[in-house]
């Protein structure tokens, strides 16, 4: 009896979790990205405890500061390309050079930060390992949509 009793709540929890993971929102799933590449690059870049303690804080913010550039310069441009005027293509094109300006100006000033708390050699692999990253989880959303 009490291995039916058992094999119930097992069920019973099956469902559940099953019901849990269906409620999964987007926030958690970037969380889940978020934390593996986290793992995938200390290890890449064979980082000690202590470097990672001071490296992943500069990362956040480094990555914090670039997805306000991207989503400055995104915002604003919802119309369709053929909808533009000349001049505000032109005008589109010289804001997303400005934008890649100030990417770049933003790289140079955390490589520098960077450096303090990691080696030069780990922070190749670092971009190394961050490019990985990227083609490994493209290359699941690639095989999870064939799937579906």
Do not use: C, H
């Amino acid at each position: 009896m009490k291995q039916y009793i058992i094999l119930a709540l097992i069920t019973i929890f099956s469902f559940a979790g099953t019901t849990v993971s269906a409620q999964n929102t987007s926030e958690n799933r970037q969380e889940n990205v978020e934390s593996a590449k986290v793992a995938f690059l200390t290890d890449k870049m064979e980082l000690t405890p202590e470097q990672s303690q001071k490296f992943w804080p500069l990362y956040n913010e480094y990555q914090s500061k670039r997805r306000e550039l991207t989503k400055s310069y995104r915002s604003g441009y919802r119309r369709d390309v053929d909808e533009l005027s000349e001049q505000e293509a032109k005008a589109r094109i010289e804001r997303m050079f400005d934008t890649r300006e100030q990417e770049l100006q933003l790289e140079k000033e955390y490589v520098t930060k960077f450096q303090r708390v990691i080696t030069n050699k780990q922070l190749v692999k670092f971009y190394r390992s961050e490019r990985e990253f990227t083609k490994l989880l493209l290359k699941r959303l690639d095989a999870r949509r064939a799937n579906n």
